[in-house]
């Protein structure tokens, strides 16, 4: 027999929370084809009401420790007993797959010392300031146990764990997480948010992902900055074609704040490695800008982005898709103005902007592209 532990997200905002329970299955090692559909209350996760409560949990990806045999974990769809969507099931807005695109999320959080208890680190006694603790060791850290156990469980579990370290604030810590692909991408980082979850109970943690817990005091927030590219960004690349990621990425500024967390405007302040959450802009090499480009990208104009607006509580699906729709954006305006001097129209660019809900008006588009 198989232990299954069904994974889903619930219906509360601004961010949903997880959920989870338990399957006992009569298969001793099953396939991916063996796991059922089960059901769960709605009505319990504001998904439903309570005289149509069922909703349907649809598996759509298998997680097993290595070496472990009758345990698997399966992270779940919400759909509706007529085999649609849930409206709170934002996975299912990511449209096709796509693994030529790459996704990197540095998932930042502090560890409290219990629900609605004080932060790590921060409970009595004088508490020096910032400086010391980013990688610290020793007596400038704390909660390294849980972050290492957590870091080897996901690796285990197949969750391309690339690193972690301790951060700014003192009981602030990070992981970084690699996928090729929409889909995985947001998968494998909320499950490792909810192995991070699971381990809290064992050691009577309370893992904290608001952007800005310590609000006295010169203390940083926590983000959840997305490394991210396409095939088109590794390969072919060339600084037009950044420029007109660039100036799709400004347009659609407001699309992509009103996606990347509550609260973040706390946390983006144009202070503490941030940009002011009105603004947007975009340098080499600065972690104060929108948007960081690596050195190694700049060099010749091929590879990642690093979006650094949003708050470490924000929905990695709606990330995704946000940033998927401004890819599609800049590439529809890149080809529109590869025949910038003979058939370009005014035109043209409406039909973008309009696909896309941009924000620049269509002179201040067609200006800029004509300066790139």
Known sequence: MTRVEYVWLDG????????????????????????????????????????????????????????????????????????TPHETNQRAKLGDEDVDMWFGFEQEYFIREGKNKPVLGHNGGTIEGQGKYYCGVGGNVVGRDIVEEHMDLCLRMGINITGINAEVALGQWEYQVFSKGKFKAGDDLWMSRYLMEKLSEKYNYYIEYHPKPLRVGEWNGSGLHTNFSTNKMRNEGGEGYFNALFNSLESRRHQHIEVYGSDNELRLTGKYETQSIDKFSWGVGDRGASIRVPIATAKEWKGYIEDRRPASNANPYDIIKVISDTINMANELSSTTHNMYSNVSVKNFDEVAKKYNGILTTEELLNEYKED
């Open 12 to 83: 509360y905002i601004p961010e949903p929370n997880l959920r989870s329970k338990i399957k006992v299955i009569d298969v001793r090692i099953p396939k991916f084809s063996d796991i059922p559909e089960w059901n769960f209350d709605g009505s319990s996760t504001l998904q439903a009401n309570g005289d149509s409560s069922d909703c349907i949990l649809k598996p759509v990806r298998m997680y097993q420790e290595e070496g472990v045999i009758g345990k698997i974990y399966v992270l779940c769809d919400v759909m509706n007993p007529d085999g």
